[in-house]
């Protein structure tokens, strides 16, 4: 998925985010853990309490969400956030809309793995081509290729669309 989350996007279960060679992952057991190549560096100790997906809110806050509510919360509501990045640092930090940091996992180090020297490390894959078919829309595109319709951003972006909302039948979209 990246290393970012936007306003509006979430993780769900399995799903995960790299940054360099640290990776923040939705465990399938509802815990949120950032790992390196050795083990885990920070989690939210939420492990067997039903968590089903983590959202970065419109009102500010990141929240880990059951079926019947939250269940841990960064506390940031009523905060003008724009994403939550997993930086090469091993800090997890969410920003403000002005840069600003506003949460962290205060997991930084002064010695960060290099993505290339992890056995986690893979390559990118390859970006790919699409032609829009009549019905398509970009989220469903998104989630044909990731699993994931959240990352229609990243296909919008690569593919030079301005108004995401709008495709046409025949034009060619870039699927990094």
């Known amino acids: ?30 815990n949120l853990v950032l790992s390196e190549p050795d083990g885990v560096v920070w989690a939210t100790n939420t492990h067997e309490q039903g968590v089903q997906r983590a959202v970065l809110q419109e009102d500010g806050n990141f929240v880990l969400y059951k079926d019947d509510g939250a269940v841990w919360a960064t ?28 949460w962290a996992s205060d997991t930084r180090t002064d010695d960060p793995i290099v993505a290339e020297e992890s056995a986690a490390a893979s390559p990118a894959p390859e970006a790919r081509t699409y032609t829009v078919e009549p019905g398509d829309t970009l989220w469903a595109v998104a989630e044909r290729f990731y699993g994931d319709g959240n990352r229609y951003r990243d296909i919008a972006a690569a593919s030079g669309i301005d108004n995401p909302d709008v495709v046409n039948v025949g034009q060619a979209l870039t699927i990094p």
Request: charged share 25%.
């Open 75 to 102: 506390d940031t509501n009523g905060k003008d956030v724009d994403r939550l990045v997993v930086q090469a640092d091993r800090n997890v930090v969410l920003y403000g809309k002005d840069g600003a940091p506003l």
């Open 1 to 30: 998925m990246g290393d970012t989350l936007h306003v509006g996007d979430e993780l769900g279960l399995g799903q995960s985010l790299y940054g360099g060679a640290y990776t923040l992952t939705l465990q399938d057991d509802g």
